[in-house]
T-cell receptor, first 117, second 115 residues
Framework: SQTIHQWPATLVQPVGSPLSLECTVEGTSNPNLYWYRQAAGRGLQLLFY??????ISSEVPQNLSASRPQDRQFILSSKKLLLSDSGFYLCAWSGIKQGASSYNEQFFGPGTRLTVL | QKEVEQDPGPLSVPEGAIVSLNCTYSNSAFQYFMWYRQYSRKGPELLMY????GNKEDGRFTAQVDKSSKYISLFIRDSQPSDSATYLC???????????????FGQGTRLTINP
């Protein structure tokens, strides 16, 4: 079966510090990968998506960047965090699930709660 | 105008009640509709999906799509306290080929089922 992992689960960082959040998927190959941010009481905002290694598309210009160094690994980074970067960060995947193609449905990880002070 | 509108609630109902959650959308190109359930401090989990007008049932849950009105609903029968969560609708253009599919989410409705 397919599983998606995110770490860390919780992070408290000072303004101006760097950030690295990691997401990995198991049990599938060549997934599409996504990073979302969810502010308190708000819907999900798509930040980045990737269809393959080294292929990153940015949805919203901001203080963050993403990389995909391996097929099933997706990293969200920042060189200098802002207060406005606080939120719940979610990684998701879509693709081959249990032998069937599933390009419309996305499956989410447990999330990372980031607080910037 | 947002592409997808969803009343954020909160919605509080007694155990056993029928719950109706709704979203409206403006983009007629949307063909694929999903409902996610999100417990507090957890990632969303996919509840149901459909890509046609009409009803789809799964146990106590029924998803309904009315493309002519650009309106989707999720009904929960015999609601339980364990159904207490935030429910998010999501939709996209139907994709039949491999490629990243952008989902547009509603804001989410916070639901509480009282014992």
């Amino acid at each position: 079966s397919q599983t998606i992992h995110q770490w860390p689960a919780t992070l408290v960082q000072p303004v101006g510090s760097p950030l690295s959040l990691e997401c990995t998927v198991e049990g599938t190959s060549n997934p599409n990968l996504y990073w979302y941010r969810q502010a308190a009481g708000r819907g999900l905002q798509l930040l980045f998506y990737s269809v393959g290694i080294g292929q990153i598309s940015s949805e919203v210009p901001q203080n963050l960047s993403a990389s995909r160094p391996q097929d099933r690994q997706f990293i969200l980074s920042s060189k200098k965090l802002l207060l406005s970067d606080s939120g719940f960060y979610l990684c998701a995947w879509s693709g081959i699930k249990q032998g069937a193609s599933s390009y419309n449905e996305q499956f989410f990880g447990p999330g990372t709660r980031l607080t910037v002070l | 105008q947002k592409e997808v509108e969803q009343d954020p609630g909160p919605l509080s109902v007694p155990e056993g009640a029928i719950v109706s959650l709704n979203c409206t959308y403006s983009n007629s190109a949307f063909q694929y509709f999903m409902w996610y359930r999100q417990y507090s401090r957890k990632g969303p989990e996919l509840l149901m999906y459909t890509y046609s007008s009409g009803n789809k049932e799964d146990g106590r849950f029924t998803a309904q799509v009315d493309k002519s009105s650009k309106y989707i609903s999720l009904f929960i029968r015999d609601s339980q306290p364990s159904d207490s969560a935030t429910y998010l609708c999501a939709m996209s253009v139907l994709s039949l080929i491999q490629g990243a599919q952008k989902l547009v989410f509603g804001q989410g409705t916070r639901l509480t089922i009282n014992p």
